[in-house]
């Protein structure tokens, strides 16, 4: 195993943190009759816990392959899934939306999406280090339909800004919080010197609101396609297909 193999990312001290990267208002009144105010910025060390408690007890539910694979009723794949989440936000670069109000005593998590920087170095992540079935299940299709994907040689970089999980806390739906999670993704990515970004979707409304923010289509897989002895492992999905998302950042 050579030097550069063993390479790991590490945001630049020159990037303040946490820095706010995007504002934004909402589209729909709260119960006090306004329209809700949200900054995006870097996930600071406090509401760390509260976004992975958010992440196992809301995304894994209602993201539509993790369901499928019913993550959340496996104790060991859990796990396994809050542990990866926690080693990609200790590289310092997963955006949370705060509501952005005055007189809080502690901010109101509104959405997050996980970040981290995957290199041409890294090792493939296919699924066998996890010892949870759900979580196993979930990475092998993950890698089925990232199979034909090469974002290195697509953008023509050796490191990108790699995703694992976009939340919008069901108070805040509907307020077009996927569309600025994804916008503030840009000038994150600008200031740390990232050239290029990737993430994948299963519901139809996050690959709208990536297509919103400026991402294209870089590989799509249907998931009636995806069968094991034959059969659909997934039939009668939400909707059809599985997007593979990217971005060159200019």
Not at 63 to 68: D, T
Not at 137 to 149: G, H, R
Request: net charge neutral.
């Amino acid at each position: 195993m050579d030097a550069s193999s063993c390479r790991k990312w590490v945001r630049p001290a020159s990037v303040p943190f946490p820095t706010v990267w995007r504002r934004s208002t909402g589209r729909t009144k709260m119960e006090d009759g306004k329209l809700p105010k949200f900054r995006i910025q870097d996930l600071p060390e406090e509401l760390e816990e509260e976004l992975l408690d958010l992440m196992c007890n809301v995304f894994l539910r209602d993201e539509q392959i993790c369901a499928r694979c019913r993550v959340y009723e496996d104790p060991v794949s859990l796990k396994e899934f809050r542990e990866e989440w926690r080693e990609i936000i200790n590289q310092k670069m997963t955006l949370v939306a705060v509501v952005d109000e005055d007189g809080a005593a502690k901010p109101r998590i509104a959405g997050a999406n996980i970040l981290g920087v995957t290199l041409i170095t890294d090792p493939p992540n296919d699924g066998n280090k996890y010892k949870g079935k759900a979580v196993r299940e979930t990475w092998k299709f993950i890698n089925w339909a990232l199979e034909p994907v090469d974002v290195f040689k697509t953008y023509g970089v050796d490191e990108y800004m790699s995703a694992l999980g976009l939340l919008v806390v069901p108070e805040f739906r509907g307020q077009g919080l996927s569309v600025e999670l994804l916008k503030a993704r840009f000038p994150l990515a600008k200031a740390v010197g990232l050239k290029a970004t990737m993430t994948f979707f299963s519901p139809a409304a996050a690959q709208a609101a990536s297509l919103k923010a400026g991402m294209e289509l870089l590989h799509e897989v249907l998931y009636e396609d995806y069968k094991k002895d034959g059969e659909v492992v997934f039939p009668n999905m939400k909707n059809k297909a599985f997007r593979v998302m990217g971005a060159r950042i200019t």
